[in-house]
C-alpha cells in the first residue's frame, strides 16, 4: 500500500476552492506534504499512512470542480511535519474558470443572521458559491488577478482565509462591509441618494420607480408589475415580453412548474427558466404570451431587496438593448439609462467579463450565459486549436484545445460595431485563458457577416487554416457526431445556392451532410422588409386575389398592394427562402396575430400563444421532387389554413393545426430520408424546436417510425449552438 506520492488532478480545479479543500482532507487524513495551483492542474506531494484514503477523497473534488483525470506519480524526499498550501505557478491550460453560480445557502444564512459578521452585506460569499468567470482576469485564480485585488482583506477576513475549518479557506471572493465592495443608491442624474441603499431602493420600486441593478455580469432594470408598462414604454419595446424575478412562491402561485422546472430554477446556475403560466391572461402587461421567464433571486443583493419589499415580483430585464453587450460601468449606465430609469443602485466591484441571465425552456438552453457559461466540454476533435466565431445573430464563440471545447457566454447579434468589438474581446479572453494557439478558423457561410470578417483577419494574424461551414449544418454537428438524418428549423441561414434556408434535412455524417429535402422554396419580398413586416411574407407565399383583399381590408393602400403585387410577380428586390420561421410568420399574420414584428421570433412565439387555446387537427400534405431532394408544400398549407380561416374556423384551432402538420410535414420527409438509406437516428436542431407543440410532434412522429431522436440539451437548439457546431465541423474535416 502506498504512503506517498504526487497526485495531479486535472480538470476544472481553480475557483471552486480545491487547495483549501485538499487542506481540510489532508488534517481529516494526518497527511503532511503541499498542494500547489498549476495552471488548470492541482499538484499534491503528499505523505502518510492514509494515503489511499486521502487520494480516494481529493479524487472526489468540491461541489463545483469538474475533475477529468487523477495521476499518482512516484514521490521521493523525506515527509515535511505539516501540510502547507503553496503559491500558484504556471502550467497545464486544459481547465478553465467555472461559470459565476448563485450565493449558496450557507451564505443567504449568513446574510440574515443578526449580529454575524456578515449580516445584511451584499457580496457574501464562500469557496461554494459567487461570483468567478466575471471578476478573473487571467489564471492561476488568486485574489491579485481578479478585481477583488483592490479589496485588501480585513484582518477578521484575513483570519478566515486562513483558517482551515472555515469554508472560506482561501476563497478568493472573501470580503464583508468593513473591507469588500461598497453599494451606492443614485439618481438617473448621478447624485448620490442618502440612507441605507439597499432600503431605499426597495421602497422606491414599492412606490412605482424604476431602478438600474448593477449585477454580477452587468445591470438589469427593475421595476413591480404595475410599473412595467412604463418601462415598456421608456424602452420603446411595449410588445416584448419582460422577465421576472420572485420568490419561490410567487414562481409557484403563477406559473405551472414541473419538478425539472423547479429543480432547474434552484440550481446553483439560476437562469431565466420560461414557464406557462396558470392563467394565461395573467401578468400581460409583462408578458402577453402564454408564457413568463422565471428566475429566483441569486445574488446577496436580490436576496437583501426582496428581503425589504413589500412586492413578492420584479419586472428584471438586461439594461442593454436586445442583441447588444450588457452593460457593465456606471459611467456608461448613467449616459445610456438616464432617461429610462429614475435610480442606479450601483457597486464598486469592476466587471471584466459581463454575462447575461441564461435562459431555459422545457429543459433546453435557449440562452447559453452565466451559470452555464463558459460551458467546458470534452471532446476529441484531434491536436488542431480550432476557433468558431459564431452566427450574426444571437452569438457565441468555441475555442477547442487539448481534447476540450470552451464556449463563451452568449455575445449578441454581430450586426454592429459594439458587439463585433465584445466578439473580439471575448476570444481574446477565451483564448488567452485556455492558451490558444489557433490552425483553423471556423465562420459561417454568409460572406458578407461582420463575423466573417473578423475570421479573416484572426486566421491571417495566426496564419490559420480558413473554412466556411453553412449554418444549418453547423446546428447539426453541434447535436451529434454519429450518422443521422438531421432536421434544422429556424429562422435564417445562407445556403450553399445563395438561397435563403431554414427548414432543412440532411443525411450523413459530419462533415458529410448532404441536403436530401427542405420545405418549399417562396419568396421574401422587400427582403429583410418582409421579417419585420410578416404581411409581405404571406403574401409571397399566397399570392392570390384573397390575400390581397385581406391585406386592403387591414388598411394596406392600393398603391402598397401595387408594389407589393409587382415584387411577387417580376422577382424584383425578393429573396428565395425556405425558412420554417418566414412560414410561421405568414400564418401569424394570415390570422391576425401579429402585423409587424418587434421582437426577434414575435410572430411565431405569438402564433405558438394563441394556438395553445386550439385543438389541432390533421390536414393533407404535400410533397413534390426538385433535384432529387423532396420538398413539402408550405403554400398548401398556407392554402388550407385560409380556406378554414374564410369558413370561420376558430383562429387558435387553425393556429394549433398549422403548427401541428408543419411538424408532420418536416418528420415525414426526415423519416423517409432514413428509412430509404437505413439510418436508425434523427436529429434536431433550430430555434423552431423551442415550440412545444412543434417538437414533441416531430419527436413523437420520428419515434412512431422506430428511430432514434436526437436533441441537443447541453447547447441551445437556436444558434447559441453554432459556434460550438462550427468546431466540432472543423474538427471533423478530414476523417
Known amino acids: ?56 477523497a481529493v479524487s472526489r473534488g468540491t461541489p463545483l470542480s469538474h475533475i477529468d483525470s487523477v495521476e499518482v506519480q512516484d514521490l521521493r524526499g523525506g515527509a515535511p511535519d505539516t501540510f502547507t498550501i503553496l503559491e500558484s505557478g504556471s502550467g497545464n491550460l486544459s481547465g478553465f474558470i467555472p461559470a459565476d453560480v448563485a450565493t449558496c445557502d450557507d451564505c443567504i444564512v449568513d446574510i440574515f443572521t443578526p449580529g454575524g459578521r456578515y449580516e445584511g452585506y451584499w457580496a457574501t460569499s464562500c469557496v461554494n458559491c459567487g461570483p468567478r468567470y466575471s471578476i478573473i482576469n487571467t489564471t492561476p485564480y488568486d485574489r491579485e488577478r481578479t478585481s477583488m485585488a483592490v479589496f485588501p482583506m480585513c484582518a477578521a477576513c484575513g483570519s478566515e482565509y486562513t483558517d482551515p475549518s472555515c469554508r472560506r479557506h482561501h476563497a478568493q471572493t472573501i470580503a464583508c462591509a468593513a473591507c469588500g465592495p461598497h453599494l451606492t443608491l443614485i439618481r438617473a442624474d448621478g447624485t448620490q441618494v442618502e440612507g441605507d441603499p439597499v432600503r431605499e431602493a426597495a421602497a422606491l420600486l414599492d412606490a412605482g420607480s424604476i431602478v438600474a441593478v448593477r449585477g454580477i455580469g452587468g445591470f438589469h432594470i427593475a421595476c413591480t408589475e404595475e410599473a412595467a408598462g412604463e418601462l415598456k414604454r421608456r424602452l420603446g419595446r411595449t410588445e416584448q415580453p419582460l422577465a421576472v424575478m420572485a420568490t419561490p412562491e410567487e414562481v409557484e402561485r403563477i406559473a405551472i412548474v414541473s419538478d425539472e422546472d423547479r429543480r432547474i430554477l434552484h440550481s446553483r446556475e439560476r437562469p431565466i427558466v420560461v414557464l406557462a403560466k396558470r392563467d394565461s391572461a395573467s401578468l400581460r402587461g409583462i408578458s402577453n404570451l402564454h408564457t413568463i421567464g422565471c428566475m429566483l433571486p441569486y445574488t446577496g443583493l436580490h436576496h437583501l431587496l426582496f428581503a425589504h419589499l413589500a412586492h413578492p415580483l420584479l419586472v428584471m430585464t438586461s439594461a442593454n438593448l436586445p442583441g447588444y453587450p450588457m452593460i457593465t460601468d456606471l459611467s456608461v449606465a448613467l449616459d445610456r439609462l438616464s432617461r429610462q430609469v429614475d435610480y442606479i443602485l450601483t457597486h464598486d466591484r469592476r466587471i471584466i467579463n459581463r454575462c447575461d441571465d441564461s435562459v431555459v425552456r422545457d429543459g433546453y438552453i435557449i440562452r447559453l450565459s452565466r451559470g452555464l457559461a463558459p460551458k467546458r466540454t470534452a471532446i476529441d476533435l484531434g491536436d488542431a486549436c480550432i476557433l468558431g466565431v459564431g452566427p450574426e445573430l444571437n452569438a457565441n464563440i468555441s475555442v477547442y484545445r487539448n481534447g476540450f471545447c470552451i464556449t463563451s457566454p452568449h455575445v449578441g447579434n454581430v450586426r454592429n460595431p459594439q458587439t463585433l468589438a465584445y466578439l473580439q474581446e471575448t476570444v481574446e479572453k477565451i483564448g488567452g485563458l485556455v492558451g490558444a494557439r489557433y490552425d483553423r478558423v471556423v465562420h459561417d457561410l454568409h460572406p458578407q457577416f461582420l463575423s466573417t470578417r473578423y475570421a479573416h483577419e484572426v486566421a491571417e494574424a495566426a496564419g490559420a487554416e480558413l473554412l466556411a461551414v453553412q449554418h444549418h449544418r453547423a446546428h447539426i454537428a453541434a447535436t451529434t457526431r454519429e450518422e443521422c438524418v438531421g432536421i434544422a428549423i429556424d429562422g435564417v441561414g445562407y445556403g450553399d445556392d445563395g438561397t435563403i434556408w431554414g427548414g432543412e434535412v440532411f443525411a450523413g455524417k459530419v462533415p458529410h451532410l448532404d441536403r436530401v429535402a427542405h420545405l418549399e422554396v417562396v419568396p421574401m419580398p422587400g427582403g429583410d422588409l418582409a421579417t419585420r413586416f410578416p404581411e409581405r411574407m404571406l403574401y409571397g407565399i399566397l399570392p392570390t386575389s384573397g390575400v390581397r383583399d385581406l391585406l386592403a381590408s387591414r388598411g394596406w393602400s392600393d398603391i402598397e398592394l401595387a408594389v407589393l403585387t409587382r415584387q411577387v410577380e417580376r422577382g424584383l428586390n425578393v429573396a428565395a427562402t425556405s425558412s420554417t420561421g418566414r412560414v410561421l410568420d405568414a400564418a401569424a399574420a394570415l390570422l391576425g396575430i401579429c402585423r409587424e414584428r418587434t421582437y426577434d421570433g414575435e410572430p411565431a412565439m405569438k402564433l405558438e400563444s394563441a394556438a395553445c387555446a386550439g385543438r389541432a387537427a390533421a390536414w393533407d400534405l404535400e410533397f413534390s421532387r426538385d433535384g432529387g431532394r423532396e420538398v413539402f408544400s408550405t403554400r398548401s398549407l398556407l392554402a388550407e389554413a385560409y380556406r378554414r380561416m374564410a369558413a370561420g374556423e376558430r383562429r387558435a384551432d387553425i393556429a394549433a393545426s398549422f403548427q401541428y402538420n408543419l411538424a408532420r410535414g418536416v418528420a415525414a420527409m426526415a423519416v ?37 431522436v436526437v436533441v441537443n440539451r447541453e447547447y441551445p437548439l437556436g444558434d447559441g449552438c453554432i459556434s460550438f457546431g462550427q468546431v466540432v465541423y472543423g474538427g471533423s474535416v478530414g476523417e
Open 1 to 56: 500500500m502506498r504512503t506517498r506520492g504526487t497526485i495531479i488532478i486535472r480538470g476544472i480545479v481553480q475557483g471552486v476552492g480545491f487547495r483549501p479543500f485538499v487542506y481540510a482532507r489532508a488534517q481529516e487524513f494526518g497527511i503532511t506534504g503541499t498542494v500547489k495551483n498549476l495552471g488548470s492542474e492541482v499538484e499534491i506531494h503528499a505523505f502518510g499512512d492514509r494515503f489511499e484514503e486521502f487520494l480516494a
Open 672 to 708: 423517409r430520408a432514413a428509412q430509404e438509406r437505413g439510418i436508425p437516428r434523427v436529429a434536431l436542431s433550430g430555434g423552431v424546436a423551442y415550440n412545444r407543440a412543434i417538437r414533441e410532434t416531430i419527436v413523437g412522429e420520428v419515434r412512431a417510425a422506430g428511430l432514434e
